[in-house]
């Protein structure tokens, strides 16, 4: 089957950026319904156990774009490796006020300020045990975790366990996300005393989740790429310290040195795309060097072609993710990143 994205994507990008990604999904579910993703070219195999899951291919779809698993069979069928869902919360919750989606098309960039807007975390599980992707165990499904905005900070803990107790018998992985900037003081959770308490306390939660369902889901940890070299290194001991199954390394950056004097670069929010590629990269080779391969690093950030992924990889990742690579270049990404990491 040909790719039609270039030709589609002038048209959505005359569109809010929101707005197009409201039109993106169900066109999409559509799509999957009538058996045309079927016809897609899909990577070739490339199996990679990571996190002790085996993979199908290494390129996987990062958190973000689908926060409500209502499109997650329509995804599948572009031919990722894996899918990751989410960020859900506890309870439904609008997000920030509109307009909060911004497309830089200079920079290949996006800025958000969503802020977790999503249905609730049951509503979530409903969409997950609705999807053939689920009922057939097709792959692997991600699940990711947040906060409530008007949660206060201290009590952070009990939106991720209760988040987390719901998730654990549909997730193939969990991941913990306490590195969007568009949550009130979320990132405060990566300070050393504050990440270690939610750390041992989801650790514990995952050990009894673990007894009580007869299956370990593993746990990965999401960041910020704003960290310095010393937060780093704690946040690596932090990892293996408490037994953590794995790390995604980066979320989205709130500096704008790349995108100074663009339009819409001042915007409030995450910065996501390019921009952020470098601050990522270095990050990973941070982590690797502090971790080894005492922890699997997952690299996302900027992936807008084949030799950005195989960067990712060289810098210290065993899988990457998309996001807004996939907004500026269509499913053709997914398999030009694929077949760079094939084989590595």
Not at 51 to 74: E, Q, Y
Not at 305 to 314: I, L, T, W
Request: proline share 6%; hydrophobic share 40%; charged share 20%.
């Amino acid at each position: 089957m040909p790719d039609f994205y270039p030709l589609v994507r002038p048209l959505l990008f005359t569109l809010d950026a929101e707005q197009a990604h409201h039109l993106t999904l169900p066109a999409l579910r559509r799509a999957e319904r009538l058996g045309l993703t079927a016809l897609m070219r899909r990577p070739a195999a490339d199996p990679r156990t990571v996190m002790g899951i085996r993979f199908p291919n290494p390129v996987g779809l990062a958190a973000g774009l689908d926060k409500d698993g209502s499109t997650i069979d329509g995804l599948a069928a572009l031919g990722f490796g894996f899918i990751e869902i989410g960020t859900v919360t506890p309870r439904a919750q609008p997000g920030n006020p509109k307009p909060r989606m911004f497309r830089l098309p200079q920079a290949n960039g996006i800025i958000n300020r969503l802020g977790f807007n999503n249905g609730g975390v049951d509503a979530f599980v409903r969409n997950v045990q609705s999807s053939r992707f689920y009922q057939e165990r097709s792959g692997v499904l991600g699940l990711n975790i947040g906060k409530n905005a008007d949660t206060p900070i201290e009590r952070a803990a009990e939106d991720y366990l209760h988040c987390l107790r719901k998730v654990y018998p549909y997730a193939s992985y969990v991941t913990v996300n306490i590195s969007s900037p568009n949550t009130k003081n979320l990132r405060q959770l990566q300070g050393a005393s504050e990440l270690d308490d939610l750390l041992a306390q989801l650790k514990a939660a995952q050990r009894a989740l673990a007894d009580e369902h007869k299956r370990y889901v593993p746990l990965a940890l999401k960041i910020a790429p704003d960290i310095d070299a010393e937060q780093i290194k704690n946040i690596a001991d932090a990892l293996v310290r408490h037994g953590i199954d794995g790390v995604i390394a980066t979320n989205t950056t709130i500096t704008r040195d790349a995108v100074a004097g663009i339009a819409h670069g001042a915007e409030t929010g995450g910065l996501s795309g390019a921009p952020v590629f470098a601050l990522s990269n270095k990050v990973i080779a941070g982590l690797k060097s502090a971790l080894g391969d005492a922890v699997p690093i997952i690299g996302v950030g900027g992936i807008m072609s084949g030799a950005d992924a195989k960067q990712k990889s060289d810098a210290g990742a065993s899988l990457v993710q998309l996001y807004s690579g996939l907004i500026y270049r269509g499913p053709a990404l997914v398999r030009e990143a694929a077949a760079a990491l094939k084989g590595g």
